[in-house]
């Protein structure tokens, strides 16, 4: 299974995909602020469905700045 990052023309497996608390697990935030991030475009977001997101661990440590 396949998705596509909202706004971008980047295509990801599934399983590349980690959840809020996942991605907060690895930046060492609270998913509430993962999920906070998310909505104000912060960091990018893969949008499932109208209540599902999912994380490219890539891109959102690029857009953070992290590991340059």
């Known amino acids: 299974c396949w998705a596509e990052a909202h706004n971008r023309d980047i295509v990801v497996s599934m ?5 809020t608390k996942e ?3 690895k930046l060492g935030l609270e998913p509430r602020t993962i999920t906070e991030w ?3 475009g912060k960091i990018p ?3 499932l469905s109208s209540k599902v997101i999912r994380f490219d661990e890539a ?3 690029a857009a953070l700045g ?3």
Request: proline share 0%; hydrophobic share 50%; glycine share 10%.
């Open 15 to 19: 399983d590349q995909l980690l959840t």
């Open 59 to 61: 891109a959102v440590m």
């Open 45 to 47: 977001v893969v949008r």
């Open 23 to 25: 991605i907060g697990k």
């Open 38 to 40: 998310a909505r104000k």
């Open 66 to 68: 992290v590991g340059n």
